[in-house]
């Protein structure tokens, strides 16, 4: 039968399975295909914490979602429109979120009596009609899979690996992408072992053709290339992009970039990315524990290293103290903390957005610091050198907050012009005269970067408060509150570093959105939405979180409602209170899961029809897409 071709502006596709069975693979050589095809694309990485959860297991669920299209846009998707389950507990954890009417791929053979009671399905679903309202396609993955690799040296449970491609096959026929440059890209990954790069190749082949000769599978659907402003685009993860953010500003400030960190989901991946950069002087370090690392970065940047650590809230908690001393001696390091759910170990692989009290207020005495978050995978480049950029102009430890939904998450990304980039090179004292080591800056407060060692410039920084001017220990009541007052000020005086506020809107109206960090996406596009059904909404949202950004204070008082709109219980929203005395309105979320654009829509309509936020009942059911 000849295929017909149904063009479609957009797509959501969830591939669902164990945690073994290769989705996260999966759904990034997809996206890698509609990266090439020049769609616009947001994903979703969604999986356990365990390494290899048990197989079967409803927990053991790994996910990953992919939105492409032909037009901007800003979330990986609020359900998906295609869903992909390898096994029993992926359909069970995953089939409330599929559309009315979606395109179900169903692994029969996995949908065995173990498998089942282990999903706790009374009876199997591809066969009582419970599936009934949306396309189901039931393929015997597996069978085919073993089928395909009849006659290789594969052992039964290296053939039954590869079943992944074989999804993957299928849905690259599905949507008309072309297979020669995925099978190279398959034998590239596997050339240390050749002979699982022919088996997967064979696999994915399999897939590919079966698409083409059942007779279920006689639509292809093509999403068209997206209009994007000329330039070169990759596709980037945030941990990635803020990997080459430091980079790129230990480059612009004229310095070699020192890394110290542990490993801790989701942050490790950025001590990964910047092992591969020794060719721009950057130095990696993996301590035995985060006390140890937050301790290394600080006797770096003593030496006149610009310094960078990683984790998350967690390992944020153990690095207190350390930071405290970094907020005394008063000297430039970078905190990474790549927000998940907590507290605890809580949710380790899930989103939140958690920590802002603790990256405001998590240390002892009066030890503020500047915060700044990232909104998107790529835009933790640019924060990640306006951190630097800030840490050492102003000689201050600064918090950068991201999330495990941006860590995890990519979207196309313009490669910057790096000559265009505004350096801010970093110069040490060379002349001794008159040094004292806590004399100040007046634009910025900042004391000098004062290299140890050299002739002249002798002086001594620690964890005891020291004299305002010359560093001597002091004890005297007048220095130190003059000192905490001072520390405080130079925080204040970074406002001036924060730029125009990023709103989308007007400066007064019914409703104004604030957000931060990775909730940007979700909050924008519901914007979007609204403002187009004419209803007078606008959204801030906020870059910097300490000092609050001066362009908030002057629209906030011309809105009837504020609502601030977090992945927490209201912790930017309790500051914004007490700053502005006004009744700002929470929407809040703690559910490991980014917000959805329908969630946030709908909140804000029943706002706008007279009811409070507490009182709203967000709906949770997947709609179906016009």
Known sequence: MESKTQTLDRVVIRFAGDSGDGMQLTGTEFTKAAAEAGNDISTFPDF?????????????????QLHFSSSEIHTPGDAPDVLVAMNPAALKTNLKDLVDGGVLIINTGAFIEANLKKANYASNPIEDGSLAKYRVHAVDISGLTVAALDGTTLSTKEKGRSKNFFALGLVFWMYGREPETEIRRILQQFTKRPELGDANVKVFKAGYHFGETAEVFQTVYKVPAARFAPGTYRNITGNEALALGLVAGGELAGKAIFFAGYPITPASSILHSLAKFKNYGVMTFQAEDEIAAMGAVIGAAYGGALSVTASSGPGVALKGEAIGLAVMTELPVVIVNVQRGGPSTGLPTKTEQSDLSQALYGRNGEAPIPVIAARSPGDCFYAAVEALKVASRYMVPVMLLSDGYIANGSEPWPVPDVTKLDRFDVHHPTDPTGFH?????????????????TAGFEHRIGGIEKDSLTGNISYDPANHEKMVHTRAAKIERIAQECGELDLRGEASGDVLLIGWGGTFGSLRQATEELRGQGKKVSHAHLRWLSPLEPGLEKIIHNFKHVVCAELNLGQLRALLRAKFLLDIQGLNKVQGQPFKVREVVAAIEQLLGGARLSEVNVPTAPTARA
């Open 48 to 64: 356990p914490a365990e390494i290899r959860a048990p197989a079967g297991s409803l927990f053991g669920v790994s996910g990953f």
């Open 437 to 453: 080591v806590y004399e100040r800056d007046p634009a910025t407060l900042a004391r000098a970067w004062a290299i140890p060692g």
